[in-house]
């Protein structure tokens, strides 16, 4: 083969392949189903959305209707893990979006993409664990935190909550984002009265994972790592962007004698909108029994 035909070839796959990373897999939402066993035995099953990382934009119409659309999946409780926006205006968009899970109870943290609108970075730079975070425009945060809250959803930004989901009575941990850090995680005992003890937070980082396990939460939830967004067939994710080894990057893992599900989340950042062997996804956690 002439080295001219093979450097076309080579150019070419490159193009096809970016072009579906950003055009296909990019939209292509998907939803996991997750058994996690982890209520006490005898107990009903208890199932939970987890939804993360939407990154939305007003013009993401065809993600706002497929998030509306979970509803119809009628879980016990949704829980949100935050980087809800990617644009300053995209806050109605979400609130929309949301609307019919509002009917459940939910409960959120926030990420710095709540926070801080996006800014042009170097998608290399994510494969850096010493890069520095660059704030971007603030966002509408108060307005975004204004609609969740009056929708009865409960706020575990370095907070702590009891709220009744399934006919359970569900203690929640959270903490503000650990990636720009933001957290403030108090241990304290568990809640006696609580059927299930929940840890929240956007970055699954190790400094805040261990606490909140320590203290006997039994699943923790947490988004961020984007699956890795762009990982390589049959070795996975080639980061995580936080603390959390690679191997964690998405799913269901055990962590500390508990367990811990982090979301590849439903979005991109806007300046790098791609994502291959890792679509763009929501999970539907159905909790279950022990073994005993
Ligand atoms: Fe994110």
New binding site residues.
Partial sequence: MRLTTLAAGTVGLGLGVAAYASLVERNWYRLRRVVVPVLDPGTAPLRVLHLS?L?MTPSQARKQRWVSALASLEPDLVVVTG?NLAHVCAVPAVLRAFEPLFAYPGAFVF?S?DYFGPVLKNPLGYLRRDREHIEGPPLPTHDLRAGLLSAGWLELNNARGVLKAGGRVIELAGVDDPHIGRDRYVSAPLDPLADLHLGVTHSPEPRVLGPMTGDGLSLVLA??T?GGQVCVPFYGALTTNCELPRRMARGLHRYGGAWLHVSA?L?T?PTAPARFACPPEATILTLVPRER
């Fill in positions: 990382d990154h980087d990420g993409n988004g961020h984007h989340g979005g950042h």
